[in-house]
């Protein structure tokens, strides 16, 4: 302002107001099973990407890349930045652990018509028979029964989830044609003191008497 007979003195200067940037809309499957992976990518390019937690999961700051690291879920931001101006999108990954068979265990010979039963440390899986015209399995109790000889894989499934696979373990289960003992022939009448033979009309088992003070 002029004071004294001056006349008033302006200057000036100007300021350029920039609108914000959009970030976009950010998709990419949302679920990975741990050191798998997945790209998120955004309607809007020429941002970066960053996690919220790299314990979780890792992203290339560029193309989006995602890495599973461990079990949890991570917030993923996408930043779009114009001059002095920045705004940001967001959008979770879950990272699953991956499933486990565990450990088979349960007896892997039986007979014809026998049975055993075959388990896991692990529960909450499913059993099935690689070859059920040897022996079949009850899908849930893990009971195996014997129908004809040979041997037959026998499968554990636990079912993955979160974009993990399924995780398998086997053990194999052998069953074996019953042995005949069969028909047996010779004297059975005899002196005290006097003898005779029996015989089998199959051979290498043993004998055996029920009573030998008789």
């Known amino acids: 302002t002029a004071t004294g007979g001056c006349s008033t003195v302006t200057a000036t200067k ?51 890349a995602i890495s599973g690291v461990s079990a949890g879920t991570a917030t993923i931001t996408y930043t779009k930045t114009v001059g002095s101006c920045s705004n940001t999108a967001t959008r979770t990954v879950t990272v699953t652990a991956a499933p486990s068979a565990g450990t088979l265990s349960g007896t892997q010979g039986i007979c014809v018509s026998g049975s055993t039963t075959f388990s896991s440390t692990v529960s909450g899986g499913t059993w099935s028979s690689g070859n059920t015209g040897i022996a079949t399995i009850n899908s849930s109790s893990g009971a195996i029964s014997g129908v004809s000889a040979g041997t037959a894989t026998i499968t554990y499934t636990k079912v993955g989830s979160g974009g993990c696979s399924n995780a398998t373990a086997t053990r194999t289960v052998t069953v074996t044609v019953a042995p005949s003992a069969g028909t047996l022939s010779g004297t059975q009448e005899i002196c005290v003191s006097g003898s005779t033979t029996f015989s089998s009309t199959v051979s290498g088992g043993t004998w055996s008497s029920g009573n030998t003070g008789i």
């Open 14 to 64: 100007t300021i350029t107001v920039t609108s914000p940037p959009s970030a976009g809309t950010l998709s990419g499957t949302q679920g990975i099973c741990e050191s798998g992976s997945t790209t998120f990518s955004s309607t809007v390019s020429g941002g970066t990407w960053s996690s919220g937690n790299t314990g979780i999961a890792t992203i290339n700051s560029s193309s989006g």
